[in-house]
């Protein structure tokens, strides 16, 4: 038992910064903090893709690790941890129902199943499945096996908890239904009240959001099970419960690098197809010996223990065929204590076989050996197998899958907050993909690991190239994407790079820049052009660069120099754009329209924005001169901002800049 422990919390336990980190883990973190950090308690915890807003248990339970610290390694070894507690109690469920051999067969095979311990440490609902279920098991063998009236109220808490986490366990609604519909004389009707009680007051905060929201959310899973009820591909149900009991493809989170995944071109791969032809008959042999222990009913061979077996793996699998929605692989998790000893006891069956012969010695030679040796040889392949994806991922490029794991975020924020210690500032501006900490992958998950000692300010929106300068404050630039204009703009005022993270395969490397702060006169000598032009909007031109030639086909670049100036509090909440036209004296124009760069949401006073907006002019386009135009739509309502003065007064809707000549 203490080796099966202690195995399990090995690989649950290890290389914890080589964890899982992506969106969806900050999300989940999030939702945590929100009640740490604000007292607040969540009524909805994360939605699905499909919009509908899951149930907040998760959040609360995330909460715990979450008073330690920020750090996602304290949540993923909480969560390890639960999981450790699962094997643990699944040994105890199966040694007190069905002995000792199958309580350490089964309970081997849930320790080591590389598809249990990667969800185990994964910061998310599935997580906690199996933890779980493994109550929930528990809790209906205490009820139809031993008769014990408080298993009824244990198990729909079970329940509900399984839902307040996920609605994927809504299928172990359907059975225990069935459980009680079959052994209805064995139920207790007042402990079941006491269990649907608990379970209400468990969803009571989403059953009360649900409410003040005319049950949207009730409603659309509803819909969207009704919609979906269509027959769907019984193999692929199949597929996803026995690679999860077998640990098969598990290189499907190598991603782009899943070729050079060794264990995927292994010969002893034929472990794991023997471990998923164990489960398949498994589930087949099930009936067979449910009917045989009914059939020896006078000897007091209860089948229930089966029965829940049966119900436990059949009615989700045959449900989940008719749930035509796209399904995750990490729903299936629910199944796993059921599946485990479904295998365990098959094994035990075989081994009680070959004793049963007429020379038991020689088939204890023959059959038992083997069989031992094939489920060490198991063990010690599929534990190796997680340890190789650990060190896999630390190596190879998983992103898109496996994703990027927490070490290497982990080196950018404690580098970039060195680097802001060191600058004297608690800000830093960011380049990388997106600029939406709500909805962006990046943003989201350096604002989480910077917070809340730094401030990370996102620039690049719509793609539009921008940097802000150290106008009488440091700067501090973190890098992650190529930034042609702003990294020439860096070693032109001799920035001090403060480190660089490469990722992976080098497929992503993370620069840190230093700048010491300037006088806004030097920032501003950086501009060709010096005026001052505002918008209502709160937006000021303060200078710029635009080229006095240029030759059809090539690119016109204006460098704005911009500031900001009283913004209104509505403009913050709104989305803008920047129009570009170029226009000749004989009407042709060429146009763009492109963002600020800098969110509204950071537009302050104080700050001095450099931005990079190009306009492609066509091959064909005529030989003269010609007028920039600059103009400013409020994109929600279509507003175009007026131009002013510095006295307040409206001289127009654009600004006219150049001549630029355009010449053969």
């Known amino acids: 038992m203490w080796g099966i422990i202690l195995l399990a919390g090995v690989l649950r336990l290890g290389y914890l910064d080589l964890i899982q980190f992506g969106s969806e883990q900050t999300r989940y973190l999030l939702g945590g903090l929100e009640l740490v950090q604000n007292l607040k308690l969540p009524l909805i915890g994360l939605r699905t893709s499909t919009g509908i807003a899951q149930p907040p248990l998760m959040s609360y339970l995330l909460a715990l690790p979450l008073l330690l610290g920020r750090d996602p390694r304290i949540a993923a070894a909480f969560l390890a941890l639960l999981n450790v507690a699962a094997v643990t109690g699944f040994y105890f469920l199966a040694r007190r129902y069905w002995g000792i051999r199958v309580a350490a067969v089964a309970a081997v095979l849930f320790a080591v199943n590389p598809w249990a311990v990667v969800i185990s440490r994964r910061v998310c609902a599935a997580s906690v499945l199996a933890p779980l279920a493994t109550l929930e098991l528990w809790a209906l063998c205490a009820a139809l096996v031993d008769g014990k009236p408080w298993g009824w109220a244990v198990a729909w808490l079970g329940l509900g908890l399984m839902i307040g986490v996920t609605f994927s366990a809504l299928v172990i609604a359907v059975v225990l239904i069935f459980l009680m519909a079959v052994y209805y004389r064995r139920i207790h009707w007042g402990h079941i009240l006491l269990g649907i009680g608990l379970t209400l007051i468990v969803l009571l905060p989403y059953l009360y959001y649900q409410n003040a929201h005319r049950l949207e959310d009730i409603l659309a899973l509803v819909h969207q099970l009704r919609r979906s009820a269509e027959p769907a591909s019984l193999f692929r149900v199949f597929r996803y419960a026995v690679r999860m009991h077998s640990g098969q493809h598990l290189s499907t989170l190598a991603g782009a690098s899943g070729e050079q995944f060794l264990p995927h071109r292994s010969i002893l791969g034929w472990l794991d197809k023997l471990s998923a032809w164990t489960f398949l008959i498994a589930l087949l042999w099930l009936g067979v010996a449910a009917l045989g222990a009914w059939s020896h009913w006078k000897n007091r061979r209860d089948p229930v223990g089966f029965v829940i077996l049966i119900a436990w793996l059949w009615w989700p699998l045959l449900l989940w065929t008719f749930y035509s929605a796209p399904m995750e ?130 620039l690049g929106q719509g793609g539009t190239e921008c940097m802000l300068l150290p106008a009488g404050r440091p700067g501090v630039y973190l890098l992650t994407r190529p930034s042609p204009p702003v990294e020439k703009m860096l070693h032109h005022l001799r920035a001090e790079e403060k480190g660089v993270v490469f990722f992976p395969e080098n497929k992503l490397e993370v620069r840190v820049w230093g700048l010491p702060k300037r006088d806004v006169e030097d920032m501003l000598n950086l501009v060709s052009h010096r005026g001052l032009w505002g918008w209502d909007s709160g937006l000021w031109l303060v200078g710029y660069d635009l080229p006095a030639t240029i030759k059809p086909g090539e690119i016109l670049t204006f460098v704005g120099s911009w500031t900001f100036q009283d913004v209104p509090s509505q403009e913050h909440l709104m989305r803008h754009a920047l129009f570009n036209y170029l226009v000749g004296t004989d009407g042709t124009f060429v146009a763009t329209q492109a963002d600020l760069g800098l969110p509204e949401r950071y537009w302050a006073g104080g700050l001095l924005l450099l931005q990079w907006v190009d306009l492609k002019l066509p091959e064909t386009m005529p030989a003269g001169d010609y007028t920039l135009f600059i103009g400013m739509d409020r994109l929600s309502d279509s507003y175009r901002h007026r131009l002013m003065d510095g006295q307040g007064h409206i001289l127009g809707e654009s600004l006219s800049l150049g001549p630029v000549r355009v010449s053969k």
Do not use: C
Request: charged fraction near 15%.
């Open 329 to 458: 692989l990490d729903d299936l998790a629910l199944l796993h204590p059921a599946g485990f000893l479904a295998m365990g006891l098959l094994l035990d069956r075989v081994v009680d076989w070959s004793k049963s012969r007429p020379h038991p010695l020689e088939w204890l030679v023959w059959l038992q050996i083997p069989v031992w040796l094939i489920l060490v040889a198991l063990m010690a392949w599929q534990a190796y197998s997680v340890v190789y994806l650990y060190d896999f991922a630390a190596h190879h490029d998983t992103r898109g899958s496996y994703g990027t794991p927490y070490r290497f975020w982990r080196h950018v924020a404690n580098l970039t907050r060195r680097s802001a210690k060191a600058m004297g500032t608690n800000q830093i501006w960011v380049i990388t993909q997106g600029t939406d900490p709500a909805q962006d992958e990046y943003p989201m998950l350096l604002s989480y690991l910077l917070g809340p000692q730094v401030h990370p300010v996102f």
